[in-house]
């Protein structure tokens, strides 16, 4: 009896050890799992970094596409209202019976999405949940980091010289998202110095196009010129950009 006893201690003792093992292992893969979410949902919102063809970034995600911050998690795979620039989904949900599982983390429990601090959490769950369990990541640092580059750069003409005092007959523009809708910025076109020289801000991250137009119309219609340009704008610099025209000024 002793023996039968001493037996089935050693037993419950193995069998707890290995109870523990895989709940341990459990909350591991749940762990990994759901880390790797948020950096997918970190994608979807600003796009990664990474992905590079012929030189030039090619993933700004939804604030390439909106030039703005999602209002929710939930506009990366729905499209918002008024919103005709929306390229999603962003991110899928794993399962069609769960429509929502993006938005999850492993252990069932919502993502806390703040826009203002740019911040993806989640709590985890388990016995040891605690602070330093937590999931926590960072977007960016700030929305003007993502929506608010700056372009710059000099315009010459067909052989480099600067336009002088026809400065005022040339206008920059960018073509890019604001609030989810495409528009033509600034307005009435950014003006160079007589040396060339302009500067264009609050253009969000992304692939967008520019255009210069030199037009002396009707004075010398000969002279009149047309530029047209596709640019990466990156985010957190100040992106040159530098046109040379194909006549003279």
Known sequence: MIELLIVLMI???????????????????????TAKEIDQLCYAIAGNPELYAEGKRTDFGYVGDMGKIPDTLIDLARAPDNAENWQGPY??????????????????????YNKDSLTITSYTTGSNMTPQTWIHRQI?????????????????????????????LIRIYVVHPKDGN??????????PNSNGEYMIYS??????????????????????DFIEKYVCIYPGIVNTIDFRLTKRF
């Open 140 to 168: 960016a640092q700030n929305e003007t980091l993502l929506t608010r580059s700056i372009v710059n750069g000099r315009i010459l003409d067909l052989v480099g010289n600067p336009p002088g005092t026809k400065d005022t």
């Open 11 to 33: 037993m419950g003792i193995l069998i707890t050890g290995a109870v523990k093992a895989w709940d341990v292992t459990i909350q591991q893969t749940k762990f990994n799992q």
């Open 182 to 191: 495409i528009g033509i910025y600034p307005e009435l076109g950014e003006k």
């Open 203 to 224: 253009i969000p991250q992304g692939n967008h196009k520019m255009y210069v137009i030199y037009d002396t119309t009707p004075q010398t219609p000969d002279t009149t």
């Open 91 to 112: 991110i899928k949900n794993k399962f069609s019976e769960n429509p929502n599982d993006y938005i999850q983390d492993a252990w069932g429990n919502f993502y806390i």
